[in-house]
C-alpha cells in the first residue's frame, strides 16, 4: 500500500513506524509473568519483515505488551499498515480489542498513533521515550527536503567535478607543451652539439691531411736532390780522366757528396719514420676521439633516455588522471583506455626502477665501505688509548668533556691559584653534569642552504649567568664542550673518544693516523 493511499493523511502516527501487540500470552512462574521473547514474537510475525520486537516488563514482570518496530522508511510503513490490517481482518483490531469484554488468548494488533503514544501505562511510555508523531504529508515533506538537498549537493559535487576536470585539462595542455618545448629544445641542443663535432672531425681530417701532404712534398724534394747529386757524381766521373789535379778535387769532391749523399738518405729515412710516427699517432688521435666521442653519444642516450622516460611516466600520469575525470564517454571504453595507460605507466616504473638498481647497488658499496671505516676508526682508538702521550700531534680526544686544566687557567684572572683550582673542580663537575643532561637543549633550529640547522641559543638563561658570573673563557670552554656533544652524540648526551689532530685542532684523518702509528713503531724498533 502506498501512503498516497492512506484514507487520512492527517492522522498522526509514531515514526519511526511501530506496531502495538497487546494480550501477549503469559503465565505465572516463580513469582512473577513470564512470555514469549521478542525473537520468538518476531518469527511469529516474519510474514511482516519487522526489524524488532520489544516486550515490555515491569516490577511484576511480563505486562503481556510488546512493541514492534517496522523502521523508518515507505516500506516499512506498508509492513505496518499490511500488519494493522490483518490483525482487523482477523478481528483482533484496535476496535476489537477496545469492544471486546472477553478477549480470549489471541493477540490483537494495530499500528502505533498518536492516542497510543499519549495513553497511561508501559505502551505509552515506551512510544514517548521513542518515536514522534508525524502525518504522513509530515513525513513526505521532510523526505523531499532531504533529496532536495541531496540533488543540490549532488549538482554541487557534479560542478566541482566538471571544474575539477577543466583544471586538471588545462594542466595538462600546459605541461605538455612546456614538454614539447624542452623536447624540441632537447633536440636543437643535440643537433647543435652533433654538428660542433662532426666540424671538429673535418678540421681534424684536414688538419692531418695537410701533415701528409707536407711530408709527401718534402719527400720529393729529397729524392729529387738526390737525382741531382747522382748526376753531378757522373758529371765528375766524366772530368776525372781529364787530369790527377782534377782528379784529386773530383775525388774530394765525391766524398763531400757522398757525406752529403749519406746525410740525405738518413734525412729521408728519418722523415719516413717522422711520416709513419705521424701516421700512427693521427690513427691513435682519431681512434681516441672516436672512443671519447662513442662514449659521450652513449652517456647522451642514456641521459636522454632517462629524462624521455620522465617526461613521459609524466605524460602518462596526467592522461591517467585526465582518464580518471573524463565524462560522458561509454564506461567500458574509459575503464579500457585506463587500464591500458596504467599498464603502460606500470611498465614504465619499471623500467625507471630498473636504471635505479645501478644507483643503489653504488650507494650500498658506498655504505659498506663507511662502515669499514668507521670500524678501523675504532679499532685505531682502541689502540691509540694505550699508546699516545699528551705532547704527541695525534692522540685521542673525548669529544664533549670539559678540561680542568683549562678551567684553572680561565679562572687565575679572578681568584687565587688555590681559591682558582678549588673553583675550577666545582664548576668542571656542575656544567659537565648540566650538558649531558638530556632535557637540557640550548639549541635553535635555523634553515641553512635549504637544511634544518641547530645553533646555540645566545638567550638562555644558564649560558648567560654563566657567562655574566665567571666571564667568557669560562663561558667559551662550555659551549664547545656542549656544541661537541650536540654534534658528536645529540641522542646519548655523554662524552666520546675521537681521533684528533692536535697540532691542527681537527679531527684526525685515517692517513695521518697511520703515517703516526708507522712512526711510533719504527722509533720503537730502532730502540
Known amino acids: ?18 506496531g502495538v501487540l497487546v494480550n501477549v500470552p503469559t503465565e505465572w512462574k516463580n513469582g512473577r509473568h513470564v512470555g514469549e521473547s521478542g525473537n520468538r514474537l518476531k518469527e511469529r510475525l516474519s510474514c511482516f519483515c519487522p526489524q524488532k520486537v520489544i516486550p515490555l516488563w515491569n ?33 483482533y483490531g484496535k476496535l476489537d480489542w477496545k469492544m471486546r469484554k472477553h478477549r480470549g488468548s489471541e493477540m490483537f494488533g494495530w499500528i502505533a498513533r498518536a492516542d497510543d503514544q499519549k495513553s497511561p501505562g ?23 527536503r532531504k533529496t532536495d538537498k541531496l540533488v543540490a549537493n549532488l549538482a554541487g ?111 729521408t729515412l728519418e722523415q719516413q719514420r717522422a711520416d709513419e710516427n705521424v701516421l700512427k699517432l693521427v690513427e691513435k688521435h682519431k681512434l681516441e676521439k ?32 585526465v582518464m580518471k575525470h573524463m565524462p560522458g564517454e561509454e564506461e567500458s571504453e574509459s575503464k579500457k583506455k585506463i587500464d591500458e595507460l596504467s599498464e603502460e605507466l606500470q611498465d614504465k616504473y619499471d623500467e625507471m626502477d630498473g636504471m635505479e638498481s645501478l644507483h643503489r647497488t653504488l650507494l650500498i658499496k658506498e655504505q659498506k665501505s663507511n662502515e669499514e671505516l668507521q670500524d678501523a676508526r675504532k679499532k685505531l682508538i682502541y689502540g691509540l688509548q694505550n699508546i699516545t702521550t699528551g705532547r704527541a ?11 680542568l686544566k683549562s678551567f684553572v687557567v680561565a679562572l687565575k684572572s679572578k681568584f687565587s691559584i688555590e681559591d682558582a683550582e678549588v673553583t675550577a673542580a666545582i664548576l668542571c663537575s656542575k656544567w659537565q653534569a648540566e650538558i649531558e643532561n638530556l632535557e637540557w637543549h640550548p639549541f635553535r633550529v635555523v634553515m641553512v642552504d635549504g637544511k634544518k640547522t641547530e645553533l646555540l641559543s645566545e638567550d638562555d638563561e644558564k649560558l648567560h649567568a654563566l657567562k655574566e658570573e665567571y666571564g667568557e673563557e669560562v663561558y667559551a670552554l662550555v659551549t664547545k664542550a656542549l656544541l661537541e656533544l650536540n654534534e658528536y652524540n645529540p641522542s646519548g648526551r655523554c662524552a666520546l673518544p675521537e681521533l684528533w689532530n692536535y697540532k691542527e685542532g681537527r679531527k684526525a684523518t685515517l692517513k695521518e693516523v697511520f703515517q703516526y702509528v708507522l712512526r711510533q713503531w719504527r722509533a720503537h724498533k730502532k730502540r
Not at 393 to 403: C, D, H, P, S
Request: hydrophobic share 30%.
Open 59 to 91: 516490577y511484576r514482570g511480563h505486562t503481556g505488551n510488546a512493541i514492534v518496530e517496522f523502521g523508518k522508511d515507505w516500506i516499512g510503513f506498508n509492513n505496518a499498515l499490511a500488519f494493522e490490517n490483518h490483525f482487523e481482518s482477523e478481528g
Open 122 to 144: 508501559p505502551i505509552g511510555e515506551y512510544l514517548q521515550k521513542n518515536g514522534d508523531l508525524k502525518t504522513i504529508s509530515d513525513v513526505e515533506d521532510e523526505e523531499t
Open 157 to 267: 559535487e557534479i560542478e566541482l567535478k566538471r571544474r575539477h576536470v577543466e583544471e586538471l585539462k588545462c594542466k595538462y595542455n600546459e605541461t605538455t607543451t612546456t614538454l614539447d618545448m624542452m623536447m624540441e629544445q632537447k633536440d636543437q641542443i643535440l643537433r647543435e652539439y652533433n654538428e660542433e663535432i662532426h666540424r671538429m672531425q673535418q678540421i681534424a681530417r684536414a688538419h692531418s691531411q695537410r701533415i701528409i701532404d707536407e711530408n709527401q712534398k718534402r719527400r720529393s724534394e729529397l729524392e729529387s736532390k738526390m737525382q741531382d747529386l747522382d748526376s753531378r757524381s757522373k758529371q765528375l766521373d766524366e772530368l776525372a780522366a781529364r787530369s790527377v789535379s782534377d782528379r784529386r778535387k773530383l775525388e774530394h769532391e765525391k766524398e763531400k757528396n757522398g757525406v752529403k749523399t749519406n746525410h740525405l738518405k738518413m734525412a
Open 290 to 321: 672516436q672512443a671519447a666521442l662513442d662514449k659521450i653519444i652513449k652517456l647522451e642516450q642514456q641521459l636522454d633516455a632517462k629524462q624521455k622516460l620522465e617526461l613521459e611516466i609524466k605524460q602518462l600520469q596526467g592522461k591517467l588522471e
Open 393 to 403: 700531534n695525534i692522540g685521542i680526544k673525548r669529544m664533549g668533556e670539559l678540561n
Open 1 to 18: 500500500m502506498d501512503p498516497q493511499h492512506v484514507q487520512n493523511r492527517d492522522d498522526q502516527f509514531v515514526w519511526p513506524w511501530m
